[in-house]
């Protein structure tokens, strides 16, 4: 069903209440994402557990990703638009209410899971509502507002959390959430309508099997990996991963095989969705490699408290959401080509430019300034060659491309905060290797500043790649 169709057989469809409620039912999920995580040494304390045991509030809530996501294109085909809309809002307010309630840990993390849940339900349903209803030629504008929603939301969740800890208590990020819930809820309640083809396709139960073995252990392989160099070593990273890869082959062989796969593997034979999905990947990768470095940096090498340390990077967050909505009209107007080379030409230079820069004696003025620039590039790049790839893909592949292009940014989150971690150790040890008095305070300081240093070496070599990659991107016909 294209638009024209939709909008024939929907002639009074709200599609600016219909966004709205998607949009901020989008905001939040990812809001709630990152908003704990300034609240672990909170949660430490009150449940008396440890690092290791906190950290599952982050893989529990990516690991529930990376295995649902891909079996949302099969419930895209088996229910309405309407109740995968209610439901995700709905798993998200329980998820939320759970955890305003927590009276212990695993509590806690049962309702990070649901909340998961819900917010890997909704994402690719509002790609999928926004493609559907939006025309091809206004698209890149709305999936500016995604681009918005998906950049904005994880970037001022620290912050905007960190001020609610310091003046109450960590809970109240749920009470808040769980109060602004209740908007998109009521909206989409009266507005979502049923736009989907409904096909109910045959659920092969082994496909899934293997999907989950497949997704769930490279995000979980590689999230284990984030306690630095050594981790990497240890049977849970690298026989997850193992056996994440093995699974994730015999996933794609068993798609190619059945006549009406769970997740049609087949959208990979477009070449600007591969070219799309490869600079979104890359483009993840950089954004969450470099929020796990930059924090660190601020706060052990500048010796920045931790609101601070927020507030130097909240104005590369919130310029880089606005950004992604004057790209969605120049990409409307221009199409992708010149804009994603230019931002991927700009992600080599910036991330370079850190490399070089980088010490215990940088002026936080200089990093602000990076940062804005290295997000601003970036949203130059990610919602132009995500909206260009998915144009080319026939519509009855909207809910393929889109769960595709899902799962891999969150393995790509997961890779690049590890990735990150374990560069920065081993700069570190390098480091470390060179000095007399490896004890002293300075030197410690020194050597942090030179693992994330070494680090921003690894950033600007996957920017470079990001950059040969867009030489090959052309504007697709429109169907």
Not at 116 to 129: D, E, H, K, R, S
Not at 264 to 292: D, E, Q, S
Request: charged share 10%; net charge positive.
């Amino acid at each position: 069903m294209d638009n024209q169709q939709i909008m024939a057989e929907h002639p009074n469809i709200k599609k600016g209440a219909i966004m709205f409620a998607l949009l901020m039912a989008g905001f939040i999920g990812l809001f709630s994402e990152t908003a704990l995580n300034m609240a672990f040494t909170n949660i430490m304390t009150e449940y008396g557990i440890g690092a290791a045991e906190v950290q599952w509030l982050t893989t529990g809530y990516l690991l529930t990703l990376g295995i649902f996501l891909p079996v949302t294109a099969l419930l895209i085909q088996w229910f309405t638009t309407r109740q995968l809309f209610l439901g995700s809002v709905l798993l998200s307010l329980f998820g939320t209410l759970f955890g305003a309630l927590a009276p212990s840990f695993a509590w806690l993390l049962v309702a990070r899971v649901i909340q998961a849940l819900g917010t890997g339900l909704l994402l690719p349903l509002m790609t999928n509502v926004i493609l559907l209803i939006i025309p091809i030629h206004k698209r890149g504008s709305a999936m500016g507002l995604v681009s918005l929603v998906i950049l904005l939301a994880p970037a001022v969740g620290p912050t905007f959390s960190g001020f609610l800890i310091e003046a109450m208590h960590w809970k109240l990020i749920f009470w808040v959430c769980l109060i602004l819930l209740l908007i998109p809820l009521l909206v989409g309640m009266k507005y979502v309508e049923n736009i989907s083809v409904i096909t109910r396709p045959k659920i092969d139960v082994l496909s899934i099997v293997l999907s989950t073995i497949g997704f769930g252990g490279l995000v979980f392989g590689f999230s284990s990996a984030e306690g630095g160099l050594e981790s990497w070593a240890e049977p849970r990273v690298w026989l997850t991963l193992i056996i994440g890869f093995i699974g994730l082959a015999l996933f794609i062989i068993r798609q190619l095989k059945l006549e009406k796969p769970v997740l049609n593997i087949r959208v990979l034979k477009h070449p600007m969705f591969v070219l799309g999905i490869l600079l979104a990947f890359i483009c993840m990768f950089v954004i969450l490699g470099t929020a796990v470095l930059l924090p660190i940096y601020l706060k052990s090498a500048l010796l920045l408290s931790a609101l601070v340390a927020g507030l130097v990077l909240l104005p590369g967050g919130l310029i880089n959401g606005l950004m992604s909505l004057v790209t969605g009209r120049l990409f409307d107007l221009f199409g992708p080509k010149w804009l994603v080379l230019f931002g991927t030409l700009g992600m080599s230079i910036v991330s370079f430019v850190f490399f070089f820069v980088i010490s215990t004696e940088t002026p936080v003025w200089l990093i602000v300034i990076l940062h804005i620039c290295l997000l601003v590039c970036i949203a130059l790049v990610i919602m132009p060659a995500q909206t260009n790839g998915l144009n080319q893909l026939p519509k009855q592949m909207y809910p393929d491309g889109t769960a595709i292009m899902n799962t891999l940014q969150q393995i790509a989150g997961a890779m690049g905060t590890a990735l990150a971690i374990s560069t920065m150790t081993a700069g570190q040890m390098k480091y470390m290797q060179t000095v007399e008095n490896p004890d002293a305070p300075a030197v410690i300081m020194e050597a942090l500043a030179a693992g994330v240093k070494s680090s921003f070496f690894f950033v600007f070599v996957f920017a470079v790649i990001a950059f040969i990659v867009s030489l090959f991107i052309k504007r697709v016909s429109i169907q």
